[in-house]
T-cell receptor
Framework: GAGVSQTPSNKVTEKGKYVELRCDPISGHTALYWYRQSLGQGPEFLIYFQGTGAADDSGLPNDRFFAVRPEGSVSTLKIQRTERGDSAVYLC????????????FGSGTRLTVV | RKEVEQDPGPFNVPEGATVAFNCTYSNSASQSFFWYRQDCRKEPKLLMSVYSSGNEDGRFTAQLNRASQYISLLIRDSKLSDSATYLCVVAGGSSNTGKLIFGQGTTLQVKP
């Protein structure tokens, strides 16, 4: 596609529920990143995929968070047993590969846990 | 201590003013440096890369001081459309996975 697409754009869920956030990167981009941005803060790194594998998941806050990219294209960020503190904008970005910092960000998914 | 530190502002300036933002970073192994711009409720977008020799793009000038681990952005002749949050970003280091580390952002409001 022309840009990075994220769905849904907004998600409201109840505390304790499970959510999935989807990212469709730019076609041909092998590197995919997930970030989380809380109000008044800069984006915070969560996980990086190179192809299908998670090359760096050091930013995932705990084991309730998990992400996959089974075919090296679309990625899904999964959050189990959501908590109110998980409320944030979840941003996905892609680039042509490691060392290419020409990220393109998607417009994000605004997650609200009530 | 945060890896990238910025004064969050806000900086309120009149149109036509010159304004400068600074940030510091803690990882001396960082290799690449950027300024991103983020409009309200939008995604961050790359404004410019920052090089040791300094670089300029129109009204915007970025500087890097590796010895002091300090990055700056200067905006001349501010326009109303420059109102946004400016994010200082570093990358590289020992892992070099392409991971970007963002500062908190500095908010600029340009007034008529």
């Amino acid at each position: 596609g022309a840009g990075v697409s994220q769905t849904p754009s907004n998600k409201v869920t109840e505390k304790g529920k499970y959510v999935e956030l989807r990212c469709d990167p730019i076609s041909g981009h092998t590197a995919l990143y997930w970030y989380r941005q809380s109000l008044g803060q800069g984006p915070e790194f969560l996980i990086y995929f190179q192809g299908t594998g998670a090359a760096d998941d050091s930013g995932l806050p705990n084991d309730r968070f998990f992400a996959v990219r089974p075919e090296g294209s679309v990625s899904t960020l999964k959050i189990q047993r959501t908590e109110r503190g998980d409320s944030a904008v979840y941003l996905c970005a892609s680039s042509s590969g490691t060392g290419d910092y020409g990220y393109t960000f998607g417009s994000g998914t605004r997650l609200t846990v009530v | 201590r945060k890896e990238v530190e910025q004064d969050p502002g806000p900086f309120n300036v009149p149109e036509g003013a010159t304004v400068a933002f600074n940030c510091t970073y803690s990882n001396s192994a960082s290799q690449s440096f950027f300024w991103y711009r983020q409009d309200c409720r939008k995604e961050p977008k790359l404004l410019m890369s920052v090089y040791s020799s300094g670089n300029e793009d129109g009204r915007f000038t970025a500087q890097l001081n590796r010895a002091s681990q300090y990055i700056s952005l200067l905006i001349r002749d501010s326009k109303l459309s420059d109102s946004a949050t400016y994010l200082c970003v570093v990358a590289g280091g020992s892992s070099n996975t392409g991971k970007l580390i963002f500062g908190q952002g500095t908010t600029l409001q340009v007034k008529p």
